[in-house]
């Protein structure tokens, strides 16, 4: 379990995370909604170790690791898959996959690799392709099986369905749910809030660094608090 506590994340003087807590299960996706710029990418660049807190803690399994170097943090169990995808182009997607599981032990890369190629065939299918020449969707289901290579117990995934066609968005988030079906625990930032609530367990919802609300994702459609962090003030004009 994941668990995120008090946390303040500040570049130079403005401080763009303001006291964040919450708590990543095993098996069930907490999703993360606010505006742009409301602190939500900065809260799980904190958590991979890509920014580091200036007070607060995050423990993983009941040990710390606040302020570890990101590849320390991926060694521990958590792997971060970035907004945009971020894939190795000119690699093929076998490449891909073995970059990453560069962290995890060598005697079982054979059946993590096989586990990832069930769960997204397409992956298999075209294996000796360029990443580069996959579609927006696949590169996605790309980025998901290589951040799986390295065994994780927690993902953080950075708006999963950015610059995906509405067609697509639904079987990338059904992905989603299988991941966390299998045991893992996702913590997701997803700008588009009705698709990624339909896959969510729980809900923070996230307002100018600080925590609005957190609860179960079905008591978080009607909630005026989530839907000003999402929104702002004109949400609620006329309620």
Known sequence: MLEVSDIHVSYGKVEAVRGVSLTVKPGKVTLVLGANGAGKS????????????????????????TGLPPHAIV??????????????????????LRMGAYTAPKSSYD???AKVYEMFPILSDRSHAAAGLLSGGEQQMLAFGRALMSQPTVMLLDEPSMGLAPAVV??????VRAMADSGIG????????EAG???????????????????????ARDNASVLRAFLGEAA???Q
């Open 170 to 175: 639904d079987s990338i988030l059904t992905k």
């Open 197 to 219: 609530l339909d896959v969510a367990d729980d809900v923070v919802a996230i307002a100018r660094g600080e925590v609005v609300f957190t609860g179960p994702a079905t008591s």
């Open 75 to 96: 060694r521990r169990g958590i792997a971060l898959v970035p907004e945009g995808r971020r894939v190795f182009a000119p690699l093929m997607i076998h490449e891909n």
């Open 236 to 238: 609620l004009a006329g």
């Open 42 to 65: 900065t809260t799980l660049k904190a958590v991979a170790g890509l920014e580091k807190p200036t007070s607060g803690t995050i423990v993983l399994d009941d040990k710390p690791i």
């Open 111 to 113: 059946e993590t690799l």
């Open 186 to 193: 996702i913590l997701m930032v997803e700008q588009n809030a």
